[in-house]
């Protein structure tokens, strides 16, 4: 119940910042603020106090849906679930206040998107049931196609549009994929099924399921994204608003990362046992390949946009190496790149509104101006390259070694992508804030600060004492 | 506990500085971050004292739990602890006891910078990340250290960011050093898979026992062992600048001349030559790569020589001589003389902290002028400096009686008969002594005698502070010889049977010898740097030979891996800036606009085109039925 109070609110608070906006001129950021501090307390106040472990998934309520197809509203909770929900919510409140000053024009429709968006994205992380899966998984793409479209840059019709499509099309497959699977449970048992847990106890044939498999595999893999169906994000990311790409960065490239996890690793572990070449194949291009794509661009966000394919390479690298310690690799590198991709897209967000511009050549020598942007630019980057004692080291690191057990050769290749990440990240922290001062910028207002020490707090914290995350098991 | 505490001195200090920057005062800030190491440097000491009266030498202290690696073999703990034993004692002494003087000495050199507080900051944090390199109990902690210490240097070599050739100092060498790095984590990666243990002495007593049991090891892991072993080998040049990863050092120099003397001579340099000596167990079972140690340590130290014989700016020459000197330690590694090469650690932390040092001192004094040809007939306008910079020099040269005589002659003199290394090394060492003394020569020659070639006034400073720093420094380079290093214990298992019957007798008054024939050559070869001219304005200039450009150039290294690796690597990513695979997919877009547009302008609902289309295709159709 608790859960869909809390979907439910969110749906209702965006409506509500709307009216509100509407009434009195910057309101509706307030109101989002506090609805998802509340909020976020409620949750945690309900996954502390519930009495489950939620070491395997825990369905909380069940309700029939839509009869004739035994479609039903089931939502449940596991460990790996209340991470992301909790990464969730953390990047959901930062997303306001990155955007505290940058969106003036039709702010109470813009947070109203916002905030459906963010329903829709723990409605993705809860749903049980198959085909609400689905429908939460448009319900989180229209609002950000919306966002990107009304709120980002010069192109942003173009990105929103190939953003839209995209994930469209990818998902249709997946829509296929899970008719299909519906289907072939009705054929077994007699029953047609999309429940979640029905689906694990299925049997098919490895004929068969490797086509499912695939069908999501390739929903997911776009989300993630992988090489060769990366290209949406770079533009995605570059042309959206501050908020839209930390809101991508941080949460929605991990919902296609989730479902690798729930949907095609634990509902085909013969076919993807089998498929894992291939996929190690597509991570290992996907670290090498983004490296070397980030390093060549001039532009920040989009060179953040592009070390984002290369670090969500790694935890499809070890999501495929069927091993212990890279799974709770792939884990870490989920909620740490999460963290530092948010952190590094604020950093762009508010440099922008700085200097109006977003392009490498513009910037330099803000260090002398700004120290503390520095410093925390300087830490952002470091974890970007995986520095030790930061939360991406430890999830790389497990990746790595996890890797390492079973696909040797495939590892050491994705280790060079330690050293192409360092080679952008000089980049991007040099030209940015070392050289000649090109101009002054003010230094971080306090709401700044407290977004910027925020989230190195968590990199610190994680990357110090992982065993906050790593003493859960993820129903590995 | 104390042992657990040590790091956090210099880190509370970093933390206070970087907080309050700019909001100090120079007398607050040089207190905090001095005073910091100087209470490091006495715990050190302190521990030192605790640690002989240990029975099995040996301290650790548990901070707390990092992580574990489960495996089916079993979990291995990684945790946040400390281990001290002899060898972590001498460098926790080199690194907060030169650190404490380097640090009083940049106290005083910094004072006028604009971000002293950064700067003292940084050096701070670079002292925690190096002690916890070394007092790390595995390697994933060591790993820390190691990264860490990486990235205090980048950002101590681009402290003057604003110009671009320090911020481009700065990237070489971190990327360069990355480069080592991502070896050595692919070994640790190996070393895990094979033996399921990151904890040092978890390991080394893992490999002893296997290695002293019945069967021995297997091929497999004999394999195994000898690619970890050239992995973390690969850490260790690109962290010691050894070649092929020697590049970054000299540009270095970039940095502050503190930094240079700590960093980039004294302590993080070295950490290669610590990781191997600290490894040493694995890279006993491995006699070839043993080897290639001696032999790239070799190579390197002659190739630095030649270098370092043709610079003409003061910090560089002195850059290729740590090169060349920490060359000698990897010789001393790979032909299994651990405690010798240790203690050539040292020594040469001494004496090159002094050279570095003063080598700062005289180029404050002559308006930041680094190049030798603009110095000259220093000698009786600085005395003090001159005086103490000789004291490098003869510890450099390895003269008899300094410390670094002691050092080297323990060097030279186990290579002969050793297993991994032999008369060929042996020559090569002696080699390089002769070089040595060469370049120090003449670099003397043109810094302190000779005819007054800078043009400006001296700025004679009597900053108390720097020079009792020095003083020190020259003390422990003069008598840091006498220091005992007994390292047995660290070493038990290493102790090589080498036996020294079949040596020639004259090997040793060989090596004693050579550094004065390089000195009496460079007296002769170099004549006219040390020689007074008559004239005022006395131009001299440095040797345009092709081959001494090449040498003064770091013999071509530079250029080749520019061809070989960046361009290829900058060309490919501006060539595919716009990526061919969007361009690829985004091509259906364009098929499918082109569709649009075909099938807009058929529809244009002009009864003309309708009427002759209408026309046209019965036409076809009905030449299609008659053929």
Known sequence: MTLTFIMVTLFIAGILSWVCENRWRGSAKWCALLVLTLLATVFCIFVVTANHNFESLTVLSRVSWIDTFNIEYSIGLDQLSIVLIALTWLLAIICVLVSWQEIKHKAGFYYFNLLATIAGIIGVFVAVDMFLFFFFWEVMLLPMTAIIAIWGHENRHFAALKFFIFTQVSSLLMLVAIIATGYFHLLQTGELSFYYLDWLSLNLPLSLSQYLMIGFFIAFAVKLPSVPVHSWLPDAHTQAPTAGSVLLAGVLLKTGAYGLIRFVIFLFPEASAQFAPIAATLAVVSIVYGAKMAFAQHDFKRLVAYSSISHMGFVMLALFAFNDIAFQGAIVTMIAHGLSSAALFSLAGMIYQRIHSRSLADMGGFWQSAPRMGGFALVFAGAAFGLPGLANFIGEFFSLIGAFQTLPIFAVIAAFGLIGSAIYGMVLFQTSFQGLAKQEIIDLAPRELMICSTLFLMLLVIGLYPSLLLKFSFGA | ?627
Not at chain 2, 212 to 226: A, K, V
Not at chain 2, 456 to 473: C, F, I, Y
Request: charged residues 10%; hydrophobic residues 55%; positive net charge.
């Open chain 2, 1 to 627: 506990m104390l042992l657990a505490s040590l790091p956090f001195y210099p880190l509370i200090s970093f933390i206070l500085l970087i907080v309050f920057a700019k909001r100090l005062s120079w007398h607050v800030a040089s207190f905090i971050s001095v005073g910091a190491m100087a209470i490091a440097a006495l715990v050190s000491m302190r521990l030192v004292l605790e640690l002989s009266a240990m029975p099995d030498s040996v301290m650790t202290a548990n901070l707390w739990h990092w992580f574990n690696l489960v495996t089916k073999q079993g979990s291995s703990d990684v945790n946040m602890s400390f281990y001290l034993d002899g060898l972590s004692a001498v460098m926790i002494c080199v690194v907060t006891g030169i650190g404490f003087l380097i640090h009083l000495f940049a106290a005083a050199y910094m004072k006028d910078d604009a971000n002293f507080t950064r700067f003292m900051a940084y050096m701070n944090l670079f002292i925690v990340a190096m002690l916890v390199l070394v007092l790390a109990d595995n390697l994933v902690l060591l790993y820390l250290g190691w990264e860490g210490v990486g990235l205090c240097s980048f950002l101590l070599i681009g402290f003057w960011y604003h110009e671009k050739a320090n911020v481009l100092a700065a990237r070489k060498a971190f990327i360069v050093t990355r480069i080592g790095d991502t070896s050595m984590a692919i070994g640790l990666l190996l070393l895990f898979n094979s033996f399921g243990q990151l904890n040092i002495e978890a390991l080394s007593s893992l490999l002893q026992q296997i290695g002293s049991s019945g069967t021995g090891f297997s091929t497999e892991q004999l394999n195994d062992i000898y690619w970890i072993a050239l992995l973390l080998l690969g850490g260790a040049v690109g962290k010691s600048a050894q070649l092929p990863l020697q590049t970054w050092l000299p540009d270095a120099m970039a940095g502050p001349t503190p930094v240079s003397a700590l960093i980039h001579a004294a302590t993080m340099v070295t950490a290669g030559v610590y990781l191997i000596a600290r490894m040493h167990h694995l890279f006993m079972f491995s006699p070839e790569v043993m080897t290639y140690v001696a032999w790239l340590g070799a190579i390197t130290l002659l190739l630095a020589g030649f270098a370092a014989l043709a610079q003409t700016d003061i910090k560089r020459v002195l850059a290729y001589s740590t090169m060349s000197q920490i060359g000698y330690m990897m010789l001393a590694l790979g032909a299994g003389a651990w405690s010798a090469g240790v203690f050539h650690l040292m020594t040469h932390a001494f004496f090159k902290a002094l050279l570095f040092l003063t080598a700062g001192a005289v180029i404050l004094a002559l308006h930041h002028q680094q190049d030798l040809f603009k110095m000259g007939g220093l000698l009786k306008k600085l005395p003090v400096e001159s005086a103490l910079f000789v004291v490098g020099l003869v510890c450099l040269m390895a003269l008899p009686g300094t410390s670094g005589f002691f050092s080297k002659e323990a060097i030279i003199a186990q290579l002969w008969s050793s297993n991994t290394a032999g008369p060929a090394l042996w020559w090569c060492a002696i080699i390089g002594a002769f070089i040595t003394s060469i370049y120090s020569c003449r670099l003397f020659f043109l810094a302190f005698l000779g005819n007054k070639r800078y043009r400006t006034g001296l700025v004679v400073e009597k900053a108390n502070l720097m020079r009792s720093a020095l003083v020190v420094l020259a003390m422990l380079s003069l008598f840091g010889g006498l220091i005992s290093l007994d390292l047995s214990q660290v070493f038990q298992s290493a102790r090589a049977s080498i036996s020294f019957e079949n040596e020639p007798s004259w090997l040793h008054s060989v090596a004693i010898a050579t550094p004065f024939f390089g000195i009496l050559f460079a007296w002769y070869y170099f004549k006219n740097y040390r020689l007074t001219k008559g004239q005022d304005d006395y131009v001299l200039s440095a040797s345009t030979h092709s081959f001494a450009v090449f040498c003064r150039n770091g013999l071509g290294f530079d250029s080749l891996y520019k061809r070989l690796f960046i361009l290829p690597y900058t060309w490919l990513a501006k060539l595919n800036r716009n990526d061919i695979v969007d361009k690829t997919l985004m091509s259906s877009a364009w098929y499918i606009g082109l569709w649009h547009d075909v099938m807009t302008m058929i529809q244009n609902g002009s009864l003309r085109w309708y009427l002759a289309a209408f026309g046209l295709s019965i036409l076809v159709l009905v030449g299609v039925t008659i053929l």
